[in-house]
């Protein structure tokens, strides 16, 4: 059988309708949820102030300066980290056929954050481009220890091993970063702790479009191999049996979602669960055919990290949380839901 006609064979004539209605759904609620975090904070701003912020271009009174300068960055921000970090989720669960596989889990967000780490602290590269780079390559370093280890252990069990070597892959990375900032100023070190545990605080407009724009060419370069993901997820035997090139399109893949997770990382720090939470929801209500599944994974995991900024940066106030806290007291349960169901 040729790779087009099985590929073809997949295809079910309700795909389209089925993913352009579901993502409808998930962009208005993302809109409105976007539109309460804008309105809602330490200083609420009216609705009226927001229209004629946009449409009188008022930007010298304080509901302007909040909105446009701290509001919004942090939510466009939190969209493109969320949907990245979900992308990247589905994209491992699916390669690496494990279904807890997540870019905090498996070490690869660990090793993003070690990359970022080296780059901010021993070279002084504070430049987004250079800490962008040198997160990606600590990703890419982190998928390859672990994809090793997974392949040097092919005898165990397949999901057993790839935690285990995502646990021993991100405990050394996490060992290197404390190493790291045990010889950091303290200046820088504050910075760096709060940075690791998430943080939109920073959020500005350059890094919004350097790591959306990253984020939006990973994502069309996955959505177009869909298909062949929906394959690669039933095995490496029955893919190559299809007709698939098994180790060129994971290899292809697996790059793309280290480097989507490395420029996220970059921007905002390692943020945890995200990819695990937003793909399961999905697949849990709309089933596993990627076509279906990376589309509004995408979209419910901008949503999902929009609500849990908006609920750091209010539900302490006037302390505010860094936001990996709520996406791990959320995101923890649902970890351990998914290794139970998966225990056999």
Not at 62 to 89: D, E, H, K
Not at 114 to 127: D, E, P
Not at 162 to 172: K, T
Request: with cysteine; net charge positive.
């Amino acid at each position: 059988m040729s790779t087009d006609t099985a590929l073809c064979s997949m295809t079910q004539p309700n795909t389209l309708k089925k993913t352009v209605t579901i993502s409808a759904i998930l962009t208005g609620s993302l809109v409105i949820v976007s539109l309460i975090s804008l309105l809602e904070g330490t200083t609420s701003v009216g609705f009226s102030d927001l229209l004629s912020s946009i449409f009188h271009k008022i930007d010298s009174n304080q509901g302007s300066t909040i909105i446009f300068s701290y509001r919004l960055p942090r939510i466009l921000l939190a969209c493109v980290v969320g949907a990245g970090l979900a992308c990247s989720g589905v994209v491992f669960q699916g390669v690496l056929r494990n279904p807890l596989a997540d870019p905090y889990i498996i070490g690869i967000a660990a090793g993003g954050a070690l990359g970022a780490v080296v780059s901010i602290s021993l070279f002084k590269w504070n430049g987004l481009f250079s800490t962008s780079i040198a997160s990606f390559v600590g990703s890419l370093v982190a998928v390859g220890l672990v994809y090793g280890l997974t392949v040097l252990r092919k005898n165990s069990s397949y999901i057993n091993t790839v935690i285990l070597a995502g646990i021993i892959v991100g405990s050394m990375m996490n060992s290197m970063m404390l190493l790291i900032m045990s010889v950091t100023s303290s200046h820088e070190l504050q910075r760096v702790l709060f940075w690791m545990m998430g943080d939109f605080s920073l959020a500005d407009y350059e890094k919004i479009l350097f790591s959306g724009t990253v984020v939006l060419i990973g994502f069309l370069v996955i959505y177009l191999n869909a298909n062949r993901l929906n394959v690669l997820s039933l095995g490496e035997e029955s893919a190559s049996n299809l007709g698939i090139d098994v180790q060129r399109y994971r290899f292809l893949l697996i790059i793309v979602a280290a480097l989507m997770t490395g420029s996220v990382v970059s921007v905002a720090g390692p943020i945890g669960f995200v990819g695990l939470v937003a793909p399961h929801s999905m697949r849990l209500l709309f089933g596993s055919d990627h076509r279906v599944l990376l589309p509004t994974a995408f979209l419910s995991g901008a949503l999902f990290l929009v609500i849990a900024d908006t609920i750091a940066r209010l539900v302490a106030y006037p302390v505010e949380l860094p936001v990996g806290v709520i996406t791990a007291l959320s995101g923890a349960p649902f970890f351990l839901y998914l290794l139970l169901k998966n225990r056999n």
